[in-house]
């Protein structure tokens, strides 16, 4: 975890005993490393460059927003930790890849 990898390469001039980072990104790379976060990052684009749609819907823009505010907002809080707000990511990663267009449905 953050705290256990912390302690090695926090300077001795801290007093303070860290728990968190307050920062997913930050947390993410170092409790899976340099090469851990690369693979998994390879992995994602992969998994994107397949699954990405070919247009981009008012919708699917309005997924792609969220998405991109929740990744911004982890920048300095671990708001995906938060249930409601992991719902609602994950809802809207669903709306932008969905393959069948949700806007043209019951025409």
Do not use: C, K
């Not at 249930?83 to 019951?106: C, H, K, Q, S």
């Amino acid at each position: 975890s953050f705290e256990d990898v912390f302690r090695l390469v926090q300077p001795a001039s801290f007093s303070h005993r860290w728990q968190y980072a307050h920062n997913d990104w930050l947390e993410f790379l170092l409790e899976f490393g340099f090469i851990g976060s690369l693979i998994i990052l390879a992995a994602g684009a992969y998994w994107l460059h397949r699954v990405m749609p070919e247009s981009l819907t008012p919708i699917r823009s309005a997924a792609l927003a969220s998405i991109f505010a929740m990744a911004v907002h982890s920048l300095g809080d671990f708001n995906l930790r938060i249930p409601g707000t992991a719902l609602v990511f994950w809802v809207a990663v669903g709306i932008l890849f969905n393959r069948e267009d949700v806007t043209t449905r019951g025409r």
